[in-house]
């Protein structure tokens, strides 16, 4: 290293922001994620013992996938090289590939390759890399904020363990804010200090987004003045300034985040329209997230309104994509369709006792057997083992319905659907008992 690349690698580690500054060097400075680095989980273990196989990190931005492979480049005893699927091709992971192989011939190391947004990839460049981690020239770590499940293939899937990244908790975010105000890495210099208020504001309104935090709270110490005492104090006010986006309020009443997402869901169940589009309006008007809000909407939807009107989870899907490509302030309008839809329509949680009931009859029963009418019957063999046979067609009878046994005969008779007497599941239950009692 000349004396002009020490001067820019030390000038960018004074100047980086501060969410790369305190980025853990260690698994036991990461903040959250004790799902999978918990002490006794699979992931902290190999982390440690230095056994690492191809993993997959995939998780929303600001939730720890670029540190996680910081830390086992930190503690691994391999060779750690790092690309970007934005900004890297096929000539790159040629390079990264040839340097393995020198390195293991030459040291008998391996190599740790981590790819960020590896979605970014094409089939080809995927594919390129297969033999080389079915090999072990490579050691791959992919990170990822789509489902890998859709956009990264299947072969490199079965050759990695997935690990699903959460949203930090608000506590994880207070956690790394106040780290953030004290460390000597990050703001502590500053002599800063933040209300009980601006910290709860600001931990809630990042939803679950570390870097969104920490670029915050950044910004607000350094553009807010020293006041007469020396310090820097960050009050509510300076951090909706700062993210441009007004902060539920964490009164003594209760009156918070929870409390209104609560009642918003509560009126649509409740079929209050009036109360449902007042607590629209309160998240909108306080800054929460839109995707956050037409998530909600789905829910109840299927939830609360089911089969009763199968037309209410229709407009609240088209509702969130909707949304999604308007954007504000226009996207109101189509949420509040939406929820007033929701709100009036009739009523039905027999979908949600369905599941409930059938999930617990399978905890409890264990795997039966499927009727051997009912069993594939597609392959060759099949036959000889009984498979399919006795099967009824329901399309060549009467109605397109036929009596025969679809449960497990342990369970036979059970019912988990129950339909409602409201709305459209009248005529389901009307339907099912003619279909029953024209086929006896």
Same mark, same amino acid.
């Given at each position: ?8 690698? &030390? ?16 698994? $036991? ?9 918990? /002490? ?7 982390? /440690?013992?230095? /056994? ?17 492979? *910081?830390?086992?480049?930190?503690? &691994? ?23 393995? *192989? $020198? ?6 190391? *391996? ?7 590896? +979605? ?28 890998? %499940? ?10 990695? +363990? ?21 460390? #000597? ?31 915050? =709270? ?7 003045? *020293?006041?007469? #005492? ?10 909706? $300034? ?9 009164? /003594?009443?209760? $009156? ?17 329209? #009036? ?23 789905? =829910? ?39 929820? &007033? %839809?929701?709100? &009036? ?30 069993? #594939?019957? +597609?392959? @060759? ?7 399919? =046979? ?43 008992? @003619? ?6």
């Amino acid at each position: 290293m000349d004396i002009f690349e020490y001067m820019r690698e &030390t000038n960018k580690e004074k100047e980086s922001p501060l969410a790369a500054r305190l980025r853990p060097m260690t698994l $036991d400075e990461v903040v959250g994620q004790e799902h999978i680095i918990g /002490k006794d989980k699979l992931l902290y273990r190999a982390i /440690k013992a230095d /056994k690492l196989s191809s993993v997959i990190f995939y998780g929303p931005p600001g939730t720890g996938k670029t540190t996680l492979a *910081k830390v086992i480049a930190n503690t &691994t005893s391999s060779e750690f090289m790092q690309i970007n699927a934005t900004t890297s091709g096929k000539k790159d992971m040629e390079d990264v590939v040839a340097k393995a *192989k $020198d390195i293991a011939g030459m040291y008998g190391k *391996k190599t740790i390759l981590f790819i960020d947004e590896i +979605h970014r990839f094409n089939k080809a460049q995927q594919d390129y890399l297969l033999p080389y981690v079915e090999d072990g020239t490579i050691i791959l770590i992919g990170a990822t904020t789509e489902n890998p %499940y859709f956009e990264v293939n299947g072969a490199l899937i079965s050759r990695s +363990h997935i690990f699903e990244l959460k949203p930090l908790s608000i506590e994880n975010i207070k956690t790394l804010i106040m780290r953030a105000i004290e460390s #000597d890495k990050g703001m502590g210099a500053y002599n800063a200090d933040i209300t009980d208020e601006a910290l709860n504001g600001l931990a809630d309104i990042c939803d679950g987004d570390a870097r969104h935090a920490l670029n915050a =709270i950044e910004l607000a110490i350094l553009t807010t003045d *020293k006041s007469d #005492d020396g310090k820097v104090h960050i009050t509510l006010p300076i951090i909706e $300034d700062c993210i441009q986006r007004r902060v539920m309020r964490f009164d /003594k009443t209760g $009156d918070n985040h929870y409390d209104t997402i609560s009642a918003f869901i509560k009126s649509m169940r409740g079929s209050d329209p #009036d109360a449902a589009v007042y607590y629209l309006a309160k998240m909108i008007e306080s800054g929460e997230d839109v995707k956050f809000i037409a998530r909600r909407i789905m =829910i109840c939807a299927s939830e609360d309104v089911g089969n009763a009107d199968p037309q209410a989870l229709q407009v609240a899907v088209a509702a969130a994509a909707a949304v999604e490509r308007v954007g504000w302030p226009e996207s109101s309008i189509i949420l509040s369709q939406a929820v &007033t %839809y929701v709100a &009036t329509a009739p009523k039905s949680n027999a979908a949600v006792c369905a599941i409930e009931e059938a999930q617990n009859a399978v905890r409890e029963t264990g795997n039966l057997p499927v009727p051997v009418h009912l069993q #594939d019957a +597609h392959y @060759k063999g099949a036959a000889k083992l009984g498979h399919g =046979i006795g099967y009824k067609y329901a399309h060549d009878y009467k109605n397109n319905y036929v009596k025969q046994q679809y449960l497990p005969y342990e369970l036979s008779g059970k019912e988990f659907y129950r339909p409602s007497d409201n709305g459209y599941e009248v005529k389901i239950k009307e339907h099912m008992k @003619k279909l029953k009692k024209e086929a006896e």
